[in-house]
T-cell receptor
Framework: EAGVAQSPRYKIIEKRQSVAFWCNPI?????LYWYQQILGQGPKLLIQ????????DSQLPKDRFSAERLKGVDSTLKIQPAKLEDSAVYLC???????????????????FGPGTRLTVL | DAKTTQPPSMDCAEGRAANLPCNHS???????VYWYRQIHSQGPQYIIH???NNETNEMASLIITEDRKSSTLILPHATLRDTAVYYC????????????FGKGTRLHILP
């Protein structure tokens, strides 16, 4: 099956400019995640969607970051205006809620895209 | 904050078993142990997860101690392609529970 697609793969902008990232999850996956990964650290969850509704956006800097998933499929993440500290890789992941062999509903097996590397100058 | 502790880096000779430890001394009864890995310039990849029994799949084996306070991921025959950062995570299995990544263990496979 096709994996999670993200574009662009790389983006360089100057501070105070705006930028948008796009994600196409695996077909049929109801849950979509955006992560920020700063160099040398593990990914940090920014926002989680269940279909087109937001489940968790507690870590999203809402003064400058926004995300949407209008039709419950593709998603966009926007930064406006960008700051130097926003330089990072932005990862999109998707998962499907199916019972695993422990007979629990599982959002595990999050499938990650290749990420977008953002450099803010 | 991540609820796990891992060594920052490890080396392993190619063809040998790589044993990656993880401490999760505050794990709750309904939390599972997950392992992901991230190869350079790629997104994280799911490896395996378990609750209290040892688990094995085509990628790796997971050994969880009886008190569940620590676990070991075993790559039975490491290859150069296994060079990556390995993340140990504990989480509850429900649709709203998020994955919190720590800094992981950077595994170097030596030729």
């Amino acid at each position: 099956e096709a994996g999670v697609a993200q574009s662009p793969r790389y983006k360089i902008i100057e501070k105070r400019q705006s930028v948008a990232f796009w994600c196409n999850p695996i077909s049929g996956h109801a849950t979509l995640y955006w992560y920020q990964q700063i160099l040398g650290q593990g990914p940090k969850l920014l926002i989680q969607f269940q279909n087109n509704g937001v489940v968790d956006d507690s870590q999203l800097p809402k003064d400058r970051f926004s995300a949407e998933r209008l039709k419950g499929v593709d998603s966009t993440l926007k930064i406006q205006p960008a700051k130097l500290e926003d330089s990072a890789v932005y990862l999109c992941a998707s998962s499907t809620n199916v019972p695993d062999r422990f007979h629990q509903f599982s959002t595990d097996t999050q499938y990650f895209g290749p990420g977008t590397r953002l450099t803010v100058l | 904050d991540a609820k796990t502790t891992q060594p920052p880096s490890m080396d392993c000779a190619e063809g040998r078993a790589a044993n990656l430890p993880c401490n999760h001394s505050t794990i709750s009864g309904n939390e599972y142990v997950y392992w992901y890995r991230q190869i350079h310039s790629q997104g994280p990849q799911y490896i395996i997860h378990g609750l209290k029994n040892n688990e094995t799949n085509e990628m790796a084996s997971l050994i969880i101690t009886e008190d569940r306070k620590s676990s070991t991921l075993i790559l039975p025959h490491a290859t150069l392609r296994d060079t990556a950062v390995y993340y140990c995570i504990v989480r509850v299995l429900n649709r709203d529970d998020k994955i919190i990544f720590g800094k992981g263990t950077r595994l170097h496979i030596l030729p």
